[in-house]
């Protein structure tokens, strides 16, 4: 054989066993894929339609462990051997779900995590946000636990009643008095705006639906400049845009009202959100008082793409009450009148960020009506603009800003009975004219080494009225120093001026009658926030408020000496209700909290004294209530079961007893009407379905049937008042709320 013909041979042997090395290695390469699976799927929150991100998802089978984390939507995609694998998913706010699946070569599951029990999840109500844009001593709460609170009906915004600092001195009326100072001195805000009230009246829970409260910041006072034209305190709550992790949707009936919510996210980060309250509560209302009907409704729409939101709301009340004698007196004949309030809102605001700096800017529009009984009242037209810069560095904070409105008020009569005979009614409360409000602003927080804040802030507001101008200047200084991780101590001092207001907020009425003058007020505070262990939060605060050309609201009518007369530039109702004096208020706030474990809640107790300089001289201010107790406790029980209670104790409102035969001898609120003790109790217990959730609540508020006081009566026979035979003005009461919820 000739060398060439072995040659050959060896290569085409070569050849053969290279294909034949070949196709084992394909035929190995394809035995080892479809030795190898495909399992995918999405992971949700147990109950609803959400997507949960973030969750490991680990698959085990035989030695071979794979593991990956689900995606912004909840998907996630594995590869592990075939076969049966354990499946384990594990999230921190989440159990950790274990179960076995079958991995074929294309397998797909849907997988469910329940929530920790919030007794194990990290409480998400916090006594200082030191991150806020304002610098002051506040509260900051937010979280589910709010609308949950005993006492609340399920409102976050009436958690105030149960702070420090606070005072309730007309019963079942969300009427505030904080640090003493007259309830019209207070400033809402919601989401950057000012609005008029952030609740209906009695039953009626707040103007926004409760489920998109995000945050709620309540200062009581000696708060920076870039809160202005309120000397009282402030409350400050915020809104959340719809969330982006697919639709929701929310349906509550209650025993007087129902109220529903949905959330769309749309394609290109569009995210909407609808919500609104309607109420009926009548049958309650005339359960305690057959003369009284009331409703009530809202609503809000938000739409948020990026940096941008337009935010549109509305709010509406009404209070009939039927034979009210029309003149005021006995006399008088009686017929069925009606109070009536609403706002409507519309706002566009930008917020950008760069770096560490950020700017926003607003435009609001809004619409305020408020009818008095018998048709008379007012409506206002009102647009504002605003702008804010924060600038930061590391040492150093400033923070501007501006803010101007228009506004046109004008006299209406919204009712059906002719009117023109008293023009008089609303006085200055309606007189048409045209207002303009222009305020600026600088905030400079500096830090000169590490844990102490220094903050000097000042504003300038001028107001503008028919003939009428004036001008405010408030200098203001905070200071802010963590001596340990567990001790924080802060102080604070300012001015703060605002334009004659009503005693009562009411939506209309702001900016008028600015020929009274500015109200003054001299804020002082100082207290310390100590963190201790179990949980446990220390609030001590020691503060000091001075006011001057107040406008007080008259609660007792009865004729009496020591009474301020009303301004001689006030007339109708505005005069009958408005005294201007001057006064202070002092005292000392407690606040003991737990804030996380199956047991939580707080005991808050102010120790206060509010006086006023009337003209028989200084005496305790008609709403004073030196002591104020509220204990409030929720214990989370297994089977998603919620159990809560709140007491509440005050002293009584002071009292002018007109003294006989003639009431000549009395002295101004010498006398106090009874002490108040409220107990509430809620039971909430929530059932979850597997794409869906179901919440039934039981709430009642007042069990222990105590009595509601508003002042005092005298009998009459014939011609002659009894002086010496007082009786209280007032009745007993329990307001049940039972509700049930669905969610998705």
Same mark, same amino acid.
């Given at each position: 054989?000739?060398?060439?013909?072995?040659?050959?041979?060896?290569?085409?042997?070569?050849?053969?066993?290279?294909?034949?090395?070949?196709?084992?290695?394909?035929?190995?390469?394809?035995?080892?894929?479809? +030795?190898?699976?495909?399992?995918?799927?999405?992971?949700?929150?147990?109950?609803?339609?959400?997507?949960?991100?973030?969750?490991?998802?680990?698959?085990?089978?035989?030695?071979?462990?794979?593991?990956?984390?689900?995606?912004?939507?909840?998907?996630?995609?594995?590869?592990?051997?075939?076969?049966?694998?354990?499946?384990?998913?594990?999230?921190?706010?989440?159990?950790? =779900?274990?179960?076995?699946?079958?991995?074929?070569?294309?397998?797909?599951?849907?997988?469910?995590?329940?929530?920790?029990?919030?007794?194990?999840?990290?409480?998400?109500?916090?006594?200082?946000?030191?991150?806020?844009?304002?610098?002051?001593?506040?509260?900051?709460?937010?979280?589910?636990?709010?609308?949950?609170?005993?006492?609340?009906?399920?409102?976050?915004?009436?958690?105030?009643?149960?702070?420090?600092?606070?005072?309730?001195?007309?019963?079942?009326?969300?009427?505030?008095?904080?640090?003493?100072?007259?309830?019209?001195?207070?400033?809402?805000?919601?989401?950057?705006?000012?609005?008029?009230?952030?609740?209906?009246?009695?039953?009626?829970?707040? $103007?926004?639906?409760?489920?998109?409260?995000?945050?709620?910041?309540?200062?009581?006072?000696?708060?920076?400049?870039?809160?202005?034209?309120?000397?009282?305190?402030?409350?400050?709550?915020? !809104?959340?845009?719809?969330?982006?992790?697919?639709?929701?949707?929310?349906?509550? =009936?209650?025993?007087?009202?129902?109220?529903?919510?949905?959330?769309?996210?749309?394609?290109?980060?569009?995210?909407? !959100? $609808?919500?609104?309250?309607?109420?009926?509560?009548?049958?309650?209302?005339?359960?305690?008082?057959?003369?009284?009907?009331?409703?009530?409704?809202?609503?809000?729409?938000?739409?948020?793409?990026?940096?941008?939101?337009?935010?549109?709301?509305?709010?509406?009340?009404?209070?009939?009450?039927?034979?009210?004698?029309?003149?005021?007196?006995? !006399?008088?004949?009686?017929?069925?009148?009606?109070?009536?309030?609403?706002?409507?809102?519309?706002?566009?605001?930008?917020?950008?960020?760069?770096?560490?700096?950020?700017?926003? &800017?607003?435009?609001?529009?809004?619409?305020?009506?408020?009818?008095?009984?018998?048709? @008379?009242?007012?409506?206002?037209?009102?647009?504002?603009?605003?702008?804010?810069?924060?600038? +930061?560095?590391?040492?150093?904070?400033?923070?501007?800003?501006?803010?101007?409105?228009?506004?046109?008020?004008?006299?209406?009569?919204?009712?059906?009975?002719?009117?023109?005979?008293?023009?008089?009614?609303?006085?200055? =409360?309606?007189?048409?004219?045209?207002?303009?409000?222009?305020?600026?602003?600088?905030?400079?927080?500096?830090?000169?080494?590490?844990?102490?804040?220094?903050?000097?802030?000042?504003?300038?507001?001028?107001?503008?009225?028919? +003939?009428?101008?004036?001008?405010?200047?408030?200098?203001?200084?905070?200071?802010?120093?963590?001596?340990?991780?567990?001790?924080?101590?802060?102080?604070?001092?300012?001015?703060?001026?605002?334009?004659?207001?009503?005693?009562?907020?009411?939506?209309?009425?702001?900016?008028? +009658?600015?020929?009274?003058?500015?109200?003054?007020?001299?804020?002082?505070?100082?207290?310390?926030?100590?963190?201790?262990?179990?949980?446990?939060?220390?609030?001590? @605060?020691?503060?000091?408020?001075?006011?001057?050309?107040?406008?007080?609201?008259?609660?007792?009518? #009865?004729?009496?000496?020591?009474?301020?007369?009303?301004?001689?530039?006030?007339?109708?109702?505005?005069?009958?209700?408005?005294?201007?004096?001057?006064?202070?208020?002092?005292?000392?706030?407690?606040?003991?909290?737990?804030?996380?474990?199956?047991?939580?809640?707080?005991?808050?107790?102010?120790?206060?004294?509010?006086?006023?300089?009337?003209?028989?001289?200084?005496?305790?201010?008609?709403?004073?209530?030196?002591?104020?107790?509220? #204990?409030?406790?929720?214990?989370?029980?297994?089977?998603?079961?919620?159990?809560?209670?709140?007491?509440?104790?005050?002293?009584?409102?002071?009292?002018?007893?007109?003294?006989?035969?003639?009431?000549?001898?009395?002295?101004?609120?010498?006398?106090?009407?009874?002490?108040?003790?409220?107990?509430?109790?809620?039971?909430?217990?929530?059932?979850?379905?597997?794409?869906?959730? =179901?919440?039934?609540? &039981?709430?009642?508020?007042?069990?222990?049937?105590?009595?509601?006081?508003?002042?005092?009566?005298?009998?009459?026979?014939?011609?002659?008042?009894?002086?010496?035979?007082?009786?209280?003005?007032?009745?007993?009461?329990?307001?049940?709320?039972?509700?049930?919820?669905?969610?998705?």
């Amino acid at each position: 054989m000739s060398c060439s013909s072995i040659l050959r041979g060896r290569a085409s042997a070569l050849s053969w066993l290279l294909g034949l090395l070949l196709m084992l290695a394909s035929a190995g390469s394809l035995r080892a894929e479809e +030795a190898t699976g495909r399992l995918s799927g999405r992971v949700f929150v147990y109950g609803s339609i959400t997507a949960l991100p973030e969750a490991l998802v680990e698959a085990k089978v035989g030695e071979v462990v794979v593991q990956t984390h689900s995606d912004a939507q909840g998907r996630f995609e594995l590869r592990p051997p075939l076969g049966p694998a354990n499946l384990k998913v594990r999230h921190p706010e989440f159990e950790t =779900l274990r179960l076995v699946t079958q991995v074929g070569p294309s397998s797909q599951v849907e997988l469910r995590l329940r929530r920790r029990p919030s007794h194990q999840q990290p409480f998400q109500t916090t006594v200082r946000s030191p991150s806020h844009k304002a610098e002051g001593q506040h509260l900051s709460l937010r979280g589910d636990e709010l609308r949950t609170l005993p006492g609340s009906l399920g409102d976050p915004f009436r958690a105030i009643g149960l702070l420090p600092g606070v005072a309730t001195p007309v019963p079942l009326l969300p009427i505030y008095v904080v640090r003493g100072a007259s309830p019209g001195m207070n400033g809402f805000y919601l989401d950057g705006m000012r609005v008029p009230q952030l609740f209906h009246l009695l039953v009626g829970g707040g $103007v926004v639906h409760a489920r998109l409260v995000e945050q709620m910041d309540f200062y009581p006072g000696a708060y920076d400049a870039s809160f202005g034209r309120y000397a009282g305190g402030i409350i400050d709550a915020k !809104t959340r845009p719809a969330r982006s992790d697919g639709y929701h949707g929310e349906l509550e =009936l209650r025993l007087f009202d129902l109220s529903a919510l949905v959330e769309l996210p749309l394609p290109k980060d569009i995210r909407i !959100t $609808v919500s609104g309250h309607y109420g009926y509560p009548g049958p309650i209302i005339r359960a305690i008082d057959e003369r009284v009907d009331i409703g009530y409704w809202d609503y809000q729409l938000r739409l948020d793409w990026k940096g941008l939101s337009i935010q549109a709301l509305g709010s509406y009340d009404s209070v009939t009450i039927a034979n009210l004698p029309l003149g005021g007196g006995a !006399t008088s004949p009686a017929t069925e009148n009606t109070f009536r309030t609403t706002f409507h809102r519309v706002q566009a605001r930008y917020r950008h960020s760069r770096g560490r700096h950020s700017f926003e &800017v607003g435009a609001v529009g809004g619409i305020d009506e408020m009818t008095i009984f018998q048709g @008379n009242g007012v409506r206002k037209l009102a647009l504002n603009l605003r702008a804010l810069a924060t600038l +930061a560095w590391p040492k150093l904070k400033l923070r501007i800003g501006t803010d101007t409105e228009l506004s046109r008020f004008s006299a209406q009569n919204f009712g059906e009975v002719d009117v023109r005979a008293r023009p008089d009614d609303i006085g200055d =409360l309606g007189g048409s004219r045209d207002g303009v409000v222009a305020s600026a602003y600088a905030v400079l927080s500096v830090e000169p080494w590490q844990g102490l804040t220094l903050t000097g802030s000042g504003r300038i507001d001028l107001y503008h009225a028919g +003939a009428v101008t004036l001008l405010g200047l408030d200098p203001r200084l905070q200071v802010r120093a963590r001596l340990t991780d567990f001790l924080l101590l802060h102080a604070g001092v300012g001015y703060y001026q605002q334009p004659p207001s009503f005693p009562v907020a009411l939506p209309g009425i702001d900016t008028y +009658a600015l020929s009274l003058g500015l109200q003054h007020a001299t804020h002082a505070a100082v207290g310390e926030e100590l963190q201790l262990p179990l949980s446990l939060s220390l609030n001590l @605060n020691g503060f000091y408020q001075k006011y001057e050309n107040s406008n007080d609201v008259v609660i007792d009518f #009865t004729p009496q000496l020591c009474t301020s007369p009303p301004p001689e530039t006030l007339s109708g109702y505005a005069a009958v209700i408005t005294r201007q004096v001057n006064g202070s208020s002092y005292g000392m706030e407690l606040m003991l909290r737990r804030h996380h474990g199956r047991f939580t809640g707080w005991i808050a107790y102010t120790l206060s004294r509010a006086e006023r300089a009337f003209t028989c001289g200084l005496r305790p201010a008609d709403y004073d209530q030196p002591h104020v107790l509220n #204990t409030v406790a929720q214990v989370r029980l297994p089977w998603n079961l919620m159990i809560g209670g709140r007491f509440f104790y005050s002293t009584g409102r002071p009292v002018t007893m007109l003294k006989p035969p003639d009431g000549s001898a009395t002295v101004r609120n010498a006398d106090r009407l009874p002490d108040t003790f409220q107990l509430d109790l809620r039971i909430d217990r929530e059932w979850l379905f597997r794409s869906f959730a =179901l919440d039934v609540f &039981v709430e009642a508020v007042n069990i222990t049937y105590s009595q509601a006081v508003f002042g005092l009566t005298y009998p009459r026979e014939g011609n002659i008042t009894r002086y010496d035979q007082p009786q209280l003005n007032g009745f007993r009461w329990v307001l049940p709320s039972i509700g049930v919820r669905g969610r998705f």
